[in-house]
């Protein structure tokens, strides 16, 4: 039986860096990232499709992206903006078939940049991986703002 990625990460058998937990939703740091801080919020169940979670897990995983987004300003990053990104399913271009939620920051002038990335995500082009080590100092520079701004559920 094949596993999930996002599953083993939740469960804390794949390497991750986890900005957040709690009971509904884990985030991570994507290894993959379109721009630093580029995160990824997953419900802890799997669930393939929005359309399997129920309102109120929805409502928590947007909540959730929510209060990332102002921790992340807080913290100087993603002050010009962020893209709030769900391929919702395979014909998406879902590439793991787990839902998540992208929080990808943006900078201004960065148009082109983003576009390009965004064209390689297409066509399966993701770029260098960024190191566990790198993540993780991100994720201590945000750490912080986090508490301050992602209530604990």
């Not at 900078?107 to 297409?122: C, E, I, T």
């Not at 991100?138 to 209530?151: D, E």
Request: charged share 15%; with cysteine; glycine share 6%.
């Amino acid at each position: 039986m094949k596993t999930c990625l996002f599953c083993d990460i939740i469960q804390g058998t794949e390497p991750s860096v986890v900005l957040y937990r709690d009971a509904i939703c884990s985030v991570i740091l994507d290894v993959y990232p379109m721009s630093e801080g580029h995160a990824l919020v997953l419900p802890n169940r799997h669930v393939v499709v929005a359309a399997e979670l129920s309102t109120d897990e929805f409502q928590h995983l947007m909540a959730v992206w929510h209060s990332l987004r102002r921790a992340y300003v807080a913290a100087g990053i993603a002050v010009d903006g962020a893209n709030l990104l769900l391929n919702d399913g395979q014909a998406s271009n879902q590439h793991v078939p787990h839902l998540h939620i992208h929080l990808i920051p943006r900078a201004k002038g960065d148009s082109a940049k983003a576009l390009l990335m965004f064209v390689g995500r297409m066509v399966n082009l993701f770029g260098g991986r960024k190191s566990v080590e790198s993540l993780q100092g991100f994720a201590a520079r945000l750490a912080p703002f986090i508490a301050q701004h992602v209530p604990p559920r």
